[in-house]
Nanobody, 114 residues
Framework: QVQLVESGGGLVQAGGSLRLSCAGSGSAFSLNNMGWYRQAPGKEREWVAVISRGGDTVYAESVKGRFTISRDDAKNTVYLQMNSLTPEDTAVYYC????????WGQGTQVTVSS
């Protein structure tokens, strides 16, 4: 089993930055793809970014150029650096990791005020 715990969410003004972290434990070694989804109030969960075990990254168009995903396999951790935040980025952010199946964190709230 893999356990994922997110941190780093909070309240920030528009134009500001936040860095989310997602630390894996349990059997969280040799994880394959890792990434982030988000879910805004009243909306479906939206894919944000993914990073492969080799470091290849893909971003949703809505965050491209503003968000950067990275990982530290020595710490079994994936990060999401979020810059130039807008109120439309307000959501609960969930990390995920693939290893056989897909594992999810519990989510961290990001609120961007205008």
């Amino acid at each position: 089993q893999v356990q994922l715990v997110e941190s780093g969410g909070g309240l920030v003004q528009a134009g500001g930055s936040l860095r989310l972290s997602c630390a894996g434990s349990g059997s969280a070694f040799s994880l394959n793809n890792m990434g982030w989804y988000r879910q805004a109030p009243g909306k479906e969960r939206e894919w944000v970014a993914v990073i492969s075990r080799g470091g290849d990254t893909v971003y949703a168009e809505s965050v491209k150029g503003r968000f950067t995903i990275s990982r530290d396999d020595a710490k079994n951790t994936v990060y999401l650096q979020m810059n130039s935040l807008t109120p439309e980025d307000t959501a609960v952010y969930y990390c995920f990791a693939n290893k056989g199946g897909t594992y999810w964190g519990q989510g961290t709230q990001v609120t961007v005020s205008s």
